[in-house]
């Protein structure tokens, strides 16, 4: 595997689900994030992972539940979610930023909550 | 509050016909600036990293420049498979590493 993978790539759920989507970087890269994209809207930063320690929360409901575990790994925990939570979310990754600031994305979960 | 505002929302082209696209942003101290390809129910694709104004980069028929309120991408002779839709984001100084971005640039190229 190369670049950033996500899985699954589609979900269907009901609102009353547990079910979490799973980010991995094979990029050597520090830092990790979750953003949401839904129709006719920019990209919504989620949060961000430093080395393991999250340094950004982006004022998101307490049904969306990041864990990462290490530097290459990054999971987003869902609970109780509603419709308007539909959308595509993306993972991705940079370098240490003192060097480098490009955060390169993966392919998306197709997230779709019934 | 940092503002990315691209334009124009959608743009058609012929084969060959060259055009540019245009990222304006309003930003508390540029750290960088950013350009995505985003082909349908993918994730973005990293084309050009600018961060100071006056820079310039290239990658086949795209050429990024980037001044102190915008940015613009050249397409140069496109092709159909330059049909995506197009992203620009800006992340400012001051050590958060957040990326804002603008709504995208959907371009189609008819052969």
């Known amino acids: 595997e190369t670049g950033v993978t996500q899985t699954p790539r589609h979900l269907v759920m009901g609102m009353t689900n547990k079910k979490s989507l799973k980010c991995e970087q094979h990029l050597g890269h520090n830092a990790m994030y979750w953003y949401k994209q839904s129709a006719k809207k920019p990209l919504e930063l989620m949060f961000v992972?430093?080395?393991?320690?999250?340094?950004e929360n982006n004022s998101v409901p307490s049904r969306f539940s990041p864990e990462c575990p290490n530097s290459s790994h990054l999971f987003l925990h869902l609970h109780t979610l509603q419709p308007e939570d539909s959308a595509l979310y993306l993972c991705?990754?940079?370098?240490?930023?003192?060097?480098?600031?490009?955060?390169?994305f993966g392919p998306g979960t197709r997230l779709t909550v019934l | 509050e940092d503002q990315v505002t691209q334009s124009p929302e959608a743009l058609r082209l012929q084969e060959g016909e060259s055009s540019s696209l245009n990222c304006s942003y309003t930003?508390?101290?540029?750290?960088?600036l950013f350009w995505y390809r985003q082909d349908p129910g993918k994730g973005p694709e990293f084309l050009f990293t600018l961060y100071s104004a006056g820079e310039e980069k290239e990658k086949e028929r795209l050429k990024a420049t980037l001044t102190k309120k915008e940015s613009f991408l050249h397409i140069t002779a496109p092709k159909p498979e330059d049909s995506a839709t197009y992203l620009c984001?800006?992340?400012?100084?001051?050590?958060?590493?957040?990326?804002?971005f603008g709504k995208g640039t959907k371009l189609t190229v008819n052969p």
């Open positions: 992972y430093n080395f393991k320690e999250q340094t």
């Open positions: 991705a990754s940079s370098q240490d930023y003192s060097t480098d600031y490009t955060q390169y």
């Open positions: 930003v508390s101290g540029l750290r960088g």
């Open positions: 984001a800006v992340q400012a100084q001051g050590g958060s590493e957040k990326l804002v």
